[in-house]
């Protein structure tokens, strides 16, 4: 079964309070999407491993260690996921990105897709799908199904908010999936919307509603 990580860092809980405050408009809530997704970043990318190197200091020669070369890719699921690209990217810079387009039907609430691009080698990558929220898991499944049939085997997937349901589905349908998440809330509500989650999070990154 795959592994469920709640960071509860308290820069991620405090940023995460002022992200689902209803006042909270789309400006500061896209700032504080990014702050949070550069943070989640730094313990989704814990277990990248490391080689040694040689170099010299302005006092010594030193053995020292960088990132393995262990290919990344950032995969957002759009619209919402959009918004912690950017995050993990100031982490990550050599990081490619891919986009899945799906947006979940309002009244069957299964996931619709619209748009791929990935990066050509996405197969050879270890790939962080990113979505600021897992509700029924129904969008999260599908994009991670798309991204198995085109050969791609190492993925991760880092949500803001998650609700029990979601969790449940993807780990079912995807047991080799990591997730990591800020917060687990309590349950869905009859539309499908995460309590007390954050509403409709690519309408409050993008004022449209
Ligand atoms: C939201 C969210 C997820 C999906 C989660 O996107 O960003 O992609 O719903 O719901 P699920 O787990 O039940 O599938 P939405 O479909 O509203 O599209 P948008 O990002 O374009 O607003
Ligand atoms: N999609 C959202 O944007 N918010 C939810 O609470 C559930 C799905």
Known sequence: MAKLTVMDHPLIQHKLSLIRDKRTGPKEFRELIDEVATLMAYEVTRDLP??????????????TRVLAGKKLGVVPILRAGLGMVDGILKLVPAARVGHIGLYRDPQTLKPVEYYCKLPT??????????????ATGGSAVAAIQFLKDRGCHNIRM???????????????????????VAALDERLNDHGY???G????????????
């Open 198 to 209: 954050l509403g409709d999070a690519g309408d409050r990154l993008y004022g449209t509603k």
């Open 121 to 134: 080698d996405a197969s050879e990558r270890e790939l962080i799908v990113v979505d600021p929220m897992l």
């Open 194 to 196: 995460i309590v007390p």
């Open 158 to 180: 880092m949500n803001l908010i998650a609700a029990p349901e979601g969790v449940k589905a993807v780990q079912e349908a995807h047991p080799d999936v990591d997730i990591f």
């Open 50 to 63: 490391l080689c040694e190197v040689e170099i010299e200091t302005p006092v010594a020669h030193t053995t």
